[in-house]
């Protein structure tokens, strides 16, 4: 069985920074590729993508409204997949989740599209 386990939440200003990880254990049989993605779900609305890296070939892909702020990357040897957020904005205040679906990532942008998640950490921008 796959399970996550997301840290690094919290608050901070807007222009700031914060780093979240997610630490990725277990195998699917069958399975050796995953896409590892990071959610966002501010109250009252839909759980959105951010952010995919693909493992087989560590492609990544990113969400409009998060590019050129946020970075996907994956370290292989420790199992754990990161979100760096910079220029942090008060509408990136959300619970963030870390998801996992064997397989690719390039048509997979909804929630139900993934089967694995993590609880959830906290990020809150303030003005």
């Known amino acids: 069985q796959v399970q996550l386990d997301e840290s690094g939440g919290g608050s901070v200003q807007a222009g700031g920074s914060l780093r979240l990880s997610c630490a990725f254990s277990?195998?699917?049989?069958?399975?050796?590729?995953?896409?590892m993605a990071w959610f966002r779900q501010a109250p009252g609305k839909e759980r959105e993508r951010v952010a995919a890296?693909?493992?087989?070939?560590?492609?990544?892909y990113l969400a409009d409204s998060v590019k050129g702020r946020f970075t996907i990357s994956r370290d292989g040897a420790k199992n754990t997949v990161y979100l760096q957020m910079n220029s942090l904005k008060p509408d990136d205040t959300a619970m963030y989740y870390c998801?996992?679906?064997?397989?690719?990532?390039?048509?997979?942008?909804?929630?139900?599209?993934?089967?694995?998640w993590g609880q959830g950490t906290q990020v809150t921008v303030s003005s």
């Open positions: 277990g195998v699917l049989p069958g399975y050796s590729n995953y896409c």
């Open positions: 890296v693909y493992t087989g070939i560590d492609t990544t």
């Open positions: 998801a996992a679906r064997p397989g690719g990532c390039i048509s997979y942008r909804n929630a139900a599209d993934f089967r694995f």
